[in-house]
């Protein structure tokens, strides 16, 4: 498939203690060639992933690098393509995107315009209100609060909400939380089952594939069962509402709601692999293969409609991920 010259490093940035994602790439790289090795970098030399791997590399935090450093770090371990992991880092990436190109280094990560929507909950919700999946009515103000509700969510309006987040709470408890917060948004509880999308989208804009999976159970936002289901309609739905995000590529994931009515709402999207993407990638969503196969100027070798494999199982427990 890949000629034997083909030989390079991958940098799997802010790797933490995500052994399972870690290993899921590892793989997706395997069926490329065995000349490319995947290293797991982190800025924590003693984070839990690095006891785990095999190749692990310290990173400097990115607040301490600039074009020059980025540079002298990916030639030192021949890095020649970078797979970003955690959503405050997205941006950084985006940003030396054009220049890492020029020096032939490719970034699975969006455009930095796109980033931006997707992180700032209030403008996302703006940008989707007449979405083919809407997003979740969002509010600055508690006092312009949903009048059709009971309950509400508050959450901060940029990076990640699942550790500070208000679930369920009623009128007279928004201001008491939403006081903890840095910029509190406000929302209406919207009740249902939730279930992720996960697409790959090429540097044209084309999506290819959405894999979709309810997730059965959830803790601090991350997916700890979940199984693969199939919606040609959702996944239609799907793919209209990431066209409404010039600039959109790589490894997509989209959260949302079902409510009682089967009416779907747009929680969110995280242009980057989440914790249970080792299930969309064991599903047949190749996003990380497709990514390097595109950056090596080889998309004559991706399939236009992969075959996606439904009833698939992910299961965490004690930090160990199975997949049956």
């Known amino acids: 498939m890949v000629d034997s010259t083909h030989h390079f490093n991958i940098l799997f940035s802010s790797l933490s203690a995500k052994i399972a994602l870690f290993e899921s790439v590892r793989k997706e790289v395997e069926s ?3 000349k490319i090795k995947v290293l797991g970098a982190d ?5 839990h992933g690095s006891q785990k791997i095999k190749h692990f590399v310290r990173m400097p935090p990115i607040s301490e690098l600039n074009q020059e450093s980025l540079f002298k770090f990916c030639q030192k371990h021949k890095i020649q393509f970078v797979i970003p992991t955690r959503d405050s880092e997205l941006l950084f990436w985006a940003e030396h995107q054009a220049f890492l190109s020029n020096k032939k280094i490719g970034v699975m990560v969006s455009n930095k315009s796109a980033i931006q929507i997707c992180e700032d909950k209030y403008s996302f919700a703006s940008h989707f209100k007449n979405s083919s999946i809407p997003a979740i009515q969002t509010s600055l103000c508690s006092s312009s609060i949903f009048s059709d509700y009971d309950h509400f969510v508050v959450k901060e309006r940029m990076g990640s909400a699942s550790s500070s987040i208000g679930l369920n709470l009623k009128p007279e408890d928004l201001i008491p939380h939403s006081k903890k917060l840095k910029e ?6 919207i009740e249902g089952r939730e279930f992720s999308a996960e697409a790959w989208i090429d540097k044209k804009g084309k999506c290819s594939g959405v894999l979709l999976r309810w997730r059965i159970e959830v803790i601090d936002g991350e997916s700890h069962k979940s199984v693969t289901f199939k919606n040609s309609d959702w996944e239609n739905r799907l793919k209209l ?5 010039p600039g959109l590529k790589g490894h997509i994931l989209a959260q949302v709601i079902v409510d009682q009515n089967e009416d779907l709402h747009l929680i969110e999207i995280n242009p980057r692999l989440g914790g249970a ?9 190749h996003s990380v293969k497709w990514s390097i196969l595109e950056f090596l100027g080889l998309s004559n070798q991706i399939h236009n409609m992969p075959n996606l494999k439904m009833g ?13």
């Open 312 to 324: 698939l199982q992910l299961i965490k427990n004690k930090g160990v991920v199975r997949i049956q």
């Open 184 to 189: 509190p948004i406000f929302q209406p509880q």
């Open 241 to 245: 509402t990431f066209k409404k995000i």
């Open 277 to 285: 993407s080792p299930l969309a990638l064991a599903s047949g969503l």
């Open 43 to 47: 800025s924590n030399s003693s984070c």
């Open 32 to 34: 490329i060639s065995s």
